[in-house]
């Protein structure tokens, strides 16, 4: 059975068990998780409806770029989200990333070859974003707002030249009639924004989205220690940036942890304080994927009955 099991699926159990272990010798289970017992319900419900929020937004990006294909489908546009969502979260190796291509054929008819290409300047646009949160929290730390608002407003000036990338080389192309590897790069390069206002919409829901999950995500974290705000900031970017790893345990169990505590480690948290306030996000941020998991089967799904461009 275990010969069956590919190494890298292995590695993330392994990685998976041996945090739970870790955990269990360091701090134990039972204290680690008390602080629960002392937070106002109402505050963590207040956080999960704005977590909700969030990937309420997520689902606007795709239903805004993809308006033409999904208008008067939204619904299903948030069941397709919150598929994607939970099945990224929990699936090592960033494998749940796969089923953005096969949902939006299923369920849109959208071909992989466009819906590949625009799930990766997605998550292009999303690092460029925290790259810009961890900017100016950084920034603002050791350097002063004074410093730090000029250096973010110089990266976000990279977008521009980023917008008009894809329809330059595009252009450049033609139109090939042929489905060679010409073609092919053709019709990846058209599934990209070819003008500003989809690419500056789509930026716009990404950076809503990244500007309430990661204050909410701060708050969170907030309840369980004490923190530099920047310290905060930056853990938070960091347990998410863990995903990109080529190498996570299951559900980012242990990775996740080490990144929230090797950012807050430097601003002189302890610890074993850095460890149960990483725990704890992490707690929280499996819970509301499993809740936003659980309004799956509540939305309309169903085929489109064609693609058009």
Known sequence: MMSMIRPKTLLAILILLAFLVFVEWYFGWAPLLAPWREVPLPGVLGALVLAFLTYWL???RVYDYYRAQMRGRFPACLRLTLTHNLLNNLLPMRTGELSFPVLMARDFSV???HSVPVLLWFRLMDLHTLALFALLALGSHLLGPAVAVPLAAAWLL???VAQRLAPALRDRLGTPDDDGLRGKLYRVLDALPGNAGDFWRAWAWTFANWLLKLAVFVWVLGLFLEAP??????AVIAGDLTSVLPVHGVAGAGTYEAG???ALLPFGVGG????AGAVNLHLFLLGSTLLGGLLVPL????RADRWTR
């Open 272 to 275: 074993e304080a850095a460890l």
């Open 158 to 160: 990279t977008l521009v």
């Open 260 to 262: 929230v505590v090797a």
């Open 111 to 113: 071909p992989a070859l």
């Open 229 to 234: 705000l920047a310290a905060a900031w930056l």
């Open 58 to 60: 997520r689902a606007l």
């Open 299 to 302: 939305l309309p799904g169903g």
